[in-house]
């Protein structure tokens, strides 16, 4: 896991750096630390980034602007906001930061924090690698959702692509138990990473397609999203 640290306390980044490494031992997260020292650098390496902790006091610097300049450029990087004053955690939300800590640091509060995103990073690394399908390693989190026709299937990825499978949509319901999936519909099973929207009727995607929401299906959905999403905050 690759861990970015943009803070120009020296002080405060050592005890972070501690207390990450600490964690790193006690709960088996491989963890490369890296402490970006200027804004140049930080930017230049950001595609390499899996989690950055970004101070919001940096001098001359404006940590708020610089994490919503770093969303618009790689929004998939995770970012904790670090800082000593409890007024920025309410700024938060303009970044869309994904955890607050607030100086100086506790371990036990730490772990607490950022759990779920060690549990989501680990959760993307899973993959699929079947020859029955394609040569190549299909992630889990590339996956838009899977439409059952007849007794096969089809997988629906994040960049459009399309791939047949000669499996049943049972196969895959098993297959991905616990992985952030839910059927809408007895043809349809949805990654909930990509819910925007739900009506009486369908299931809308960010990528703006609409998924069938089937009566005998809602009830059941609606539940696995509340808690899907509940888990996320």
């Known amino acids: 896991m690759e861990i970015f640290i943009f803070d120009d306390c020296k002080s405060d980044r050592n005890d972070l750096i501690r207390i990450l490494q600490s964690l790193s031992q006690k709960n088996n997260i491989p963890m490369h630390i890296k402490v ?45 906001i670090i800082t000593a004053f409890d007024q920025y955690s309410k700024q938060g939300y303009k970044i869309h930061a994904d955890r607050f800590l607030l100086k100086p640091f506790n371990e036990s509060e730490v772990l607490i924090e950022l759990s779920e995103l060690f549990e989501e990073y680990f959760r993307n690394l899973r993959c699929i690698k079947d020859m029955n399908i394609i040569p190549n390693k299909i992630y889990i989190k590339d996956i838009l959702y899977i439409e059952a026709i007849n007794k096969r299937t089809k997988l629906h990825m994040t960049n459009g692509r399309i791939i047949n499978s000669p499996y049943t949509l049972k196969h895959w319901i098993s297959e991905l138990a616990n992985s952030g999936f839910c059927q809408p519909h007895k043809s349809f099973f949805i990654n909930l990473s990509y819910v925007n929207e739900i009506t009486n009727t369908d299931v809308i995607l960010y990528s703006d397609e609409l998924i069938p929401l089937s009566r005998n299906h809602k009830k059941s959905f609606e539940k696995d999203l509340l808690d899907f999403l509940y888990k996320a905050i």
């Open 36 to 80: 970006q020292k200027d804004l140049s650098s930080l930017f230049k390496n950001l595609n390499n980034c899996d989690l950055l902790f970004l101070d919001m006091v940096l001098g001359s610097l404006n940590g708020l602007s610089i994490g919503q300049n770093i969303k618009k450029l790689y929004p998939e990087c995770r970012i904790v």
